[in-house]
């Protein structure tokens, strides 16, 4: 018995009840075949292929050497994508970041376009499955931005529901030269996400200190020689000029406002401090990645509260430069035992760092000022310019116990702590503290930045490489009587 084509149609339009009447209407006015949202987890890979066959799904292999433009969106999705798929260690480091499933076979599209049109306007620059036993077991869509682009809100929440309605997805990745301080975090503000939905967001200089590690000598290196030499392209692409994505470069505007304020002693408008505190943020963060690269060995940012979300770090840290005039965080170096501790005074115009050496605890107060004269010395000597550079902005903080503040010293004068300090409590701690008056170049947008990344530079090298706190020594053997 042949139904009639209106009873077919009523039973196709009952049946996509669930994708409401919108979805129905949309595809009636096209005249196209009605098919429900592809639920992408669990299908097998042929028939993801069939799909891109039949044309219900646009998408490009990623190539390593594509046809686009240079510099393009789609041309950098296709060769970031294409490292990931050619490069093991690479490939292990970017999933570990998003929380992608390493097992099975990793699949890489770009220029995906769904024929669905609920949403016509989706088009993602990438697409990264995860295929185990011939079925797709997890999935990741990826927004791309090249050296001028900024990931809007609107545009990263459209996508959110779109995935989640149409593929039942829980991942997009976003990419931009836009700094956070780790995955993650995003640069942008978007809605309370679907239960089980991740954003995560990956900064151009962030994938490119994971290159530059994974190529250091140290004990990541990746295992295959011709494997090292994709990558390497790879690098000198996004580090090329004519691509521009660059390392941070100046503080946002409202970074001149708010010092001109505080200066003033007017209350600084609530979005300049905003504009501020991002700045700074992301300041951090292209100097942690800035180290790295120096190091071969990541180093982290961290504040007073590491857990906290971007939006929560942004009123924590407006509050404290509201309240004290001053912006401070910390980083984290491997295999390095004090952390460096940065500032910047508003009011002041200053930046400073320090480093805390410990003193020996088995010792007097004058022996402890001694180890820490050594340490200096042992500085000088291992990086005599750089010392002789920044000398002159070099001093000892001292800390004595049950003391309340520290006391500072000028670094020619530390022979001024044994003669003021020698009767007091035993000494804590020493800071080595690096401090550089700015004054007009402080509130300067590219001038500030130019000038606290040399100094962490000069900072590092000259001191926290060389000073090193005391460790006690191993616990001996004793002789039995």
């Not at 999705?77 to 490939?91: M, P, Q």
């Not at 993602?124 to 995860?130: A, I, P, R």
Request: net charge neutral.
């Amino acid at each position: 018995m042949v139904l009639p084509i209106d009873f077919e149609l009523g039973v196709i339009c009952y049946s996509l009840l669930p994708f409401g009447l919108d979805y129905i209407k949309r595809n009636l006015e096209m005249k196209k075949p009605f098919s429900p949202p592809i639920k992408l987890e669990g299908m097998s890979l042929d028939k993801f292929m069939e799909h891109i066959s039949d044309g219900d799904i646009h998408a490009q292999q990623a190539r390593l050497i594509p046809t686009y433009k240079t510099g393009d969106e789609l041309a950098l999705a296709s060769i970031f994508l294409s490292g990931v798929k050619l490069v093991k260690e690479f490939r292990e480091k970017v999933c570990s970041e998003i929380k992608f499933k390493k097992a099975g076979k990793q699949y890489f599209f770009t220029e995906v376009v769904f024929s669905h049109k609920e949403f016509g306007d989706c088009r993602f620059d990438g697409l990264m499955l995860s295929v185990v036993g011939g079925k797709i077991k997890d999935f990741a869509f990826f927004e791309f931005k090249g050296k001028n682009g900024k990931l809007e809100s609107d545009q990263v929440e459209r996508y959110v529901k779109f995935i989640r309605k149409n593929y039942r997805g829980n991942k997009l990745v976003t990419v931009s030269t836009e700094y956070v301080a780790d995955p993650t975090q995003r640069p942008y503000k978007i809605g309370a996400l679907p239960k089980g939905f991740e954003v995560y967001h990956l900064s151009w200089s962030y994938i490119k200190t994971m290159a530059h590690l994974l190529l250091f000598d140290n004990d990541e290196n990746i295992e295959d020689e011709d494997q090292v030499e994709i990558l390497r392209e790879v690098l000198n692409y996004f580090e090329s000029d004519s691509i521009g994505l660059k390392g941070y470069s100046q503080m946002k505007s409202g970074w001149r406002s708010v010092v001109e304020s505080i200066k003033t002693g007017v209350k600084p408008n609530p979005d300049d401090v905003e504009e501020a505190v991002q700045s700074w943020l992301e300041e951090q963060t292209d100097m942690a990645h800035i180290l790295s690269q120096e190091l071969g060995a990541m180093v982290k940012t961290c504040s007073a509260k590491k857990d906290q979300r971007l939006k929560a770090r942004l009123k924590s840290e407006s509050q404290e430069l509201l309240k004290n005039d001053k912006l401070t965080f910390n980083l984290q170096v491997k295999g390095v035992a004090s952390e460096v501790v940065v500032w910047a005074n508003f009011r002041k115009e200053t930046v400073g760092m320090s480093f805390s050496v410990l003193p020996p605890t088995d010792r007097g107060n004058s022996a402890r000022v001694t180890y820490i004269e050594k340490e200096l010395q042992r500085c000088e000597k291992n990086n005599h310019d750089t010392m002789a550079k920044i000398d002159g902005d070099l001093f000892v903080d001292v800390h004595v116990k049950y003391a309340s503040s520290d006391e500072r010293f000028p670094k020619s004068e530390t022979y001024r702590i044994r003669d003021e300090i020698s009767n007091s409590p035993d000494i804590n701690e020493f800071k080595i503290v690096y401090i550089k008056s700015l004054g007009a170049k402080f509130k300067s947008s590219k001038g500030f930045v130019d000038i606290i990344e040399q100094m962490m530079v000069d900072f590092y090298q000259g001191v926290v490489q060389n000073a090193r706190p005391w460790t006690p020594p191993a616990p001996r053997i004793q002789k039995a009587e």
